[in-house]
Nanobody
């Protein structure tokens, strides 16, 4: 059974940083592209960043490029999202998702990020 457990969300002031983590189990993590998707209240899901199985291919949404960094540790079955220079517009529930591009699979339960002064 695929399990994705996100953590690291919270309340942070504008300009602050958070590091999200996703613990994966139940599948061959290193063989899967992984994606971070966020959903703000009242809005649809928004793709944030994706990373290839070996970490060699990485991409970001324009709105987070230069501020967010995706990474993974295949030895630990962990996916990360380092978020710097956070803005109120980054407020959302962040989900760890298996797959990449238009082929998304399993979703975690999400971790909430609130950027507010």
């Amino acid at each position: 059974e695929v399990q994705l457990v996100e953590s690291g969300g919270g309340l942070v002031q504008p300009g602050g940083s958070l590091r999200l983590s996703c613990a994966a189990s139940g599948f061959m993590f290193g063989s899967y592209d992984m994606t971070w998707v966020r959903q703000a209240s009242g809005k649809g899901p928004e793709w944030v960043s994706g990373i290839g199985g070996d970490g060699a291919i990485i991409d970001y949404a324009d709105g987070v490029k230069g501020r967010f960094t995706i990474s993974r540790d295949n030895a630990k079955n962990m996916l990360y999202l380092q978020m710097n220079s956070l803005k109120p517009g980054d407020t959302a529930v962040y989900y760890c998702v298996t797959g990449g591009g238009s082929t998304l699979g399993d979703w975690g339960q999400g971790t909430a990020v609130q950027v507010s002064s």
